[in-house]
C-alpha cells in the first residue's frame, strides 16, 4: 500500500486505526509526522497505547497457543520414538553384524592370500628344487643328499634311506620299548 | 498546560526543566499505579525495546516527582504523556548515535514480543480475555485482524488475498479496533465501581 491514509476526522475510530497502524509500523503511516502529532495529542497517545496493548496481546495469545501445541508435540513424539526405538536399535545392531562379518571375511581373505603367497616364496622354491635334484641322485644310486654338510632334516619317508649323520644302531630304541610296552620304566621284567 | 508552566517544562535540560518543584510522594505513587503501564506501553510504540520503554517511563516519572508541583492534576497524564515522548525520542535518538543504525528501533524482530513480556499483558487471564473478546468479533473482522496482526500481512497483501478493496480491510480494522476498545473500557469501568 503505497497511498498514503488520510486522516482529516479526527474520530477516535480513526485514532485508533491510525495508531495501530503506527504500533504495525505499516508503511502507509509517516512515522516521524505522526510522532510529531503524538507530542501535542495525549488522545492520540493513550490510542497508540491502546493499540500495543492489543498487538502484544494477540501476539501473547499467538505465541501461548503455539507454545501449548508444541508441549502436545513432544508427547506424541516421545510416544511415536518409544515405539521406533527397538526397531532403530535393532537394525543398528544389524547394521553392525554385517560389518563385523565382512571384516572377518575380509581379514581372512586377507591372511590366505598372505599365506599363498607366502607358498610361492624364494625360499619353498628353493627347497623344492634341492629336493627335486636330491631325487634325482636317489635314482641315480648316489647318496650326496645325505651326504652332504648341510643340516638338511629332511627324509624322505620310504625311501629306506637314512641320513649318514644319524645313529646307526640295531639295538630297539628306548622310546619305542616304552612305546609298545606301555610302561614307564625300562625295567626288563616290567617289558616282559 | 499553560502559561508559566508550560515554559518552565520545555526549557529544562532534556525534559526541559530547570527549577524544582517537587510532587508529593503519595500523588506519584497514585499516578504511578494508575498510568506506569499505559505509559510503557506508549513508550514501547516508539522505541520498540522494553527496557528503554521502561527507562523512559522512569525518568518521567522522576520528572513528575521533581517538577511536577505545579502541574494542574487534570493535566498530569497529558504532561507525563509528553514527557515521556520526549524521553523516549531523546533515548531513540542517543541509541541511534551510539549504535549508528539508523532504523534498528523501528525494526524489532517479531521473537522481541515474547522475549520481553510486558507486565500485566502477559498474564494468562488477561490474554484469555482478549482472545475472549476477539472471538465475539465477527468473522471477517476478526480475520483481518489476525492476518495484519498475527501473521504480520499487509492490507494490501489481505486485500488481495481476500479480492477485497484496501479500503474495506481498513474499515474492518477500524471496526474490530472500536469494538475492542469499546469492550475495554466497559470492562475497566466495571472494574472501577
Not at chain 2, 508559566?4 to 503519595?26: H, Q, V
Request: hydrophobic share 40%; with cysteine.
Amino acid at each position: 500500500m503505497t497511498k498514503e491514509i488520510a486522516v482529516t476526522n479526527k474520530s477516535d475510530s480513526d485514532k485508533g486505526l491510525e495508531a495501530m497502524l503506527y504500533v504495525l509500523c505499516d508503511e502507509s503511516i509517516d512515522r516521524y509526522a505522526f510522532e510529531a502529532k503524538l507530542e501535542h495529542d495525549p488522545s492520540l497517545a493513550e490510542a497508540v497505547a491502546e493499540a500495543v496493548a492489543i498487538v502484544q496481546g494477540l501476539k501473547q495469545a499467538a505465541v501461548s497457543s503455539n507454545a501449548s501445541m508444541n508441549t502436545k508435540q513432544p508427547f506424541e513424539g516421545s510416544v511415536v520414538r518409544s515405539r521406533q526405538m527397538p526397531f532403530l536399535a535393532k537394525g543398528f545392531v544389524a547394521i553392525v553384524s554385517i560389518a563385523a562379518a565382512f571384516c572377518v571375511i575380509f581379514f581372512r581373505w586377507q591372511r590366505d592370500t598372505v599365506i599363498a603367497s607366502a607358498e610361492s616364496m624364494p625360499e619353498i622354491a628353493a627347497a623344492w628344487i634341492d629336493l627335486s635334484e636330491a631325487n634325482t641322485d636317489l635314482t641315480d644310486g648316489s647318496m650326496s643328499f645325505f651326504e652332504s654338510d648341510g643340516d638338511n632334516d629332511n627324509v624322505i619317508a620310504g625311501s629306506g634311506a637314512e641320513p649318514k649323520h644319524l645313529p646307526v644302531t640295531d639295538d630297539m630304541p628306548e622310546w619305542m620299548l616304552l612305546a609298545v610296552t606301555g610302561t614307564d620304566s625300562l625295567n626288563p621284567e616290567a617289558i616282559k | 498546560m499553560r502559561g508559566p508552566k508550560k515554559r518552565e517544562l520545555e526549557g529544562t535540560g532534556s525534559l526541559g526543566m530547570t527549577t524544582e518543584r517537587p510532587l508529593e510522594s503519595d500523588i506519584v505513587e497514585d499516578c504511578h499505579r494508575q498510568w506506569q503501564v499505559i505509559l510503557e506501553r506508549y513508550a514501547w510504540a516508539i522505541l520498540r525495546d522494553w527496557a528503554f520503554a521502561a527507562d523512559a517511563v522512569q525518568n518521567a516519572f522522576v520528572a513528575l516527582t521533581r517538577f511536577g508541583g505545579d502541574v494542574e492534576p487534570d493535566a498530569r497524564k497529558a504532561w507525563m504523556f509528553r514527557v515521556v515522548h520526549r524521553e523516549a525520542i531523546r533515548i531513540r535518538n542517543a541509541e541511534m548515535r551510539r549504535q549508528d543504525v539508523t532504523n534498528q528501533l523501528v525494526q524489532e524482530s517479531p521473537t522481541s514480543y515474547h522475549a520481553n513480556p510486558l507486565g500485566e499483558i502477559a498474564k494468562t487471564e488477561e490474554i484469555e480475555e482478549l482472545r475472549r473478546k476477539i472471538a465475539t468479533l465477527p468473522s471477517e473482522q476478526q480475520m483481518i485482524v489476525s492476518m495484519r496482526i498475527v501473521e504480520e500481512k499487509t492490507f494490501s497483501e489481505i486485500a488481495n488475498l481476500l479480492a477485497i478493496p484496501i479500503g474495506t480491510a481498513l474499515s474492518r480494522m477500524r471496526l474490530a479496533l472500536e469494538r475492542l476498545k469499546a469492550t475495554r473500557h466497559d470492562e475497566g469501568n466495571s472494574r472501577d465501581q
